[in-house]
């Protein structure tokens, strides 16, 4: 479902993540863990294609999304939400989930992603 090959990531010349490769299939969970600046963050921003990987390869069901802009991996189903921003703090964790779905163009099309 999600493969990343040799993917680095830098920031203003600096490496953030280095050579980092793993395949998620349908139905695994992958945990990233590590202390701070370690590049979790850097990593699935790379991944929603908020950062560009300098090299390796991101692929989503078999394609290549790493050049794709954060748009379209978002249509794909994949995105980043940071942690601790509030970001609409009156409305439940389902609601925030759903507003990202005005990508679906139906209503059956948007609830089908959260089930």
Do not use: W
């Amino acid at each position: 479902m999600l493969e990343l090959s040799n993917v680095t990531t830098t920031y203003r010349g600096m490496v953030a993540i280095s050579d980092i490769s793993f395949t998620v299939r349908a139905g695994e969970i992958l945990t990233i863990a590590g202390a701070n600046g370690a590049g979790k963050s850097t990593l699935l921003k790379t991944i929603a294609g908020m950062e560009r990987a300098q090299s390796g390869a991101i692929l989503f069901e078999e394609e290549p999304i790493n050049q794709d802009p954060p748009h379209r991996i978002t249509q794909r189903g994949i995105a980043f939400v940071p942690e601790a921003r509030r970001l609409f703090s009156r409305l439940s964790v389902r609601d925030n989930l759903r507003l990202g779905s005005y990508l679906y163009r139906k209503k059956v099309d948007r609830d089908q992603p959260l089930e």
